[in-house]
């Protein structure tokens, strides 16, 4: 089954939660947005504190403990016997979090709307405004459903297999850094910027094309593959877009912001 849904498809479900995970680093809340127009029965999902456990150690976005993540979920309906469908504004680098995350313990079955509520809204499709609130779920949080690496891992397989990088192009340089104390990337570590998985609309490319845009990084059969970005967020995205393309791959959860936080961790620039 494949990890995205379309429009239409979610339209056509008779049963599903539906988690309006709309994000963006810096703000402005999503909460915001999603009280403006949302898509009708959608919940909305807080990735600062349903996805997420506080910063510190383990980075920005550490992965939440399994029982937050369990309240969480029920309290946003999310059953396991039920499937799930997450998305943000566009491009999915929030839902993807949430999908991952799910996924990770153990939901069987979560899709990401391709495209968003942009996707959604441009085929004419109706939007709610206000809050709604969901019937408790009774998911049960069982971590292991995906890969995870530390930075230990993360180290070893950039060495030993391919880490891709998922932020900008500049960040992994070492040009720029808006957000972690020290820029650069991880030692052997190859750029692979999130944007380039989608198209302007916020869709994901075909799976052929990101097979070969992957394949051309050195994510090729018989090879361990892993991603990360600042803090575990688009990094998931990188991992469902390796998925879309028939790629397994790994999560470095606490990512640069991890990495960094230990000084005597090596750094690259360039």
């Keep these: 089954m494949s990890p995205l849904i379309t429009p239409a498809e979610l339209a056509g479900l008779a049963e599903a939660t539906v988690l309006d995970v709309r994000w963006k680093l810096g703000g402005p809340p999503g909460i915001d ?5 949302h898509i009708p029965g959608a919940v909305f999902c807080d990735l600062e504190t349903d996805l997420a456990a506080p910063p510190g150690r383990g980075g ?16 946003l309906g999310v059953s396991g016997s039920r499937p799930v469908v997450v998305y943000d504004a566009a491009d999915s680098t ?12 153990g939901h069987p079955d979560v899709r990401v709307l391709d495209g968003g509520l942009r996707a959604w809204a441009a085929e004419g499709r109706p939007l709610a405004a206000g ?4 019937e408790p779920g009774d998911f049960t949080a069982r971590p292991g459903g995906m890969p995870v690496l530390d930075a230990d ?8 297999g391919v880490l891709l990088d998922a932020r900008a192009a500049e960040r992994y340089r070492g040009e720029v850094e808006p957000v972690d104390p020290v820029a650069g990337h991880i030692p052997g ?72 936080g230990d000084p005597s961790r090596p750094v690259a620039t360039g």
């Excluded at 947005?33 to 127009?37: K, L, P, Q, T």
């Excluded at 891992?153 to 030993?160: F, S």
């Excluded at 970005?229 to 990188?238: F, K, L, N, Y």
């Design 189 to 260: 570590a190859v750029s692979a910027p999130t944007g380039e998985n989608v198209d302007p609309s916020g869709r994901f490319h075909l799976p052929d094309f990101l097979r070969e845009r992957f394949n051309t990084l050195g994510a090729v059969p018989g090879v361990e593959v892993g991603a990360y970005c600042g803090s575990g967020v688009t990094a998931a995205h990188q991992v469902l877009a390796l998925e879309v393309a028939g790629i397994p791959a790994a999560l470095y959860a606490g990512s640069w912001s991890d990495w960094v």
């Design 153 to 160: 891992q993360a180290g070893r397989l950039a060495a030993d």
């Design 60 to 75: 920005r976005h550490p992965l939440p403990s399994a029982e937050a993540f369990q309240e969480a979920m029920r309290r």
């Design 94 to 105: 929030a839902a993807a979090r949430a999908w991952w995350t799910l996924r990770h313990f």
């Design 33 to 37: 947005s999603y009280r403006e127009g």
């Design 131 to 134: 809050e709604e609130t969901a």
